[in-house]
């Protein structure tokens, strides 16, 4: 596999977890408009922080698309990080939602 393929190989990875993500954003979204008051005033800052990270993501994707071959790598190791705390916050996220 050549490095140009590793790289597209694990850009599309991001964005299907980040299409992932999305989708289950919108279904916590669907459920907090169906919630009371006080849910939906919680859920209102978690959501805030689930879109920053989401953008953060895919600011991520963008720039290891554009990164050159020679450079991707480091980038990817950078992303790492990045990519695992958006992972975090959407897993603590799903799970109040699906305590609710």
């Known amino acids: 596999m050549s490095l140009k393929e590793t790289k597209d190989a694990y850009v599309e990875k991001l ?42 993501a895919q600011g991520r994707i963008n720039a290891l698309q554009e990164a050159a071959d020679d450079a991707w790598e480091e980038l990817r190791n950078g992303s790492e990080s990045i990519w695992g705390t958006v992972r975090q916050t959407f897993a603590d996220a799903k799970a109040k939602f699906d305590n609710k």
């Open 15 to 56: 964005k299907l977890q980040l299409d992932e993500w999305s989708a289950e954003l919108d279904v916590m979204e669907a459920k907090a408009r169906q919630a009371d008051a006080d849910f939906k005033e919680k859920y209102q800052g978690k959501a805030d922080e689930l879109r920053y990270q989401k953008t953060l």
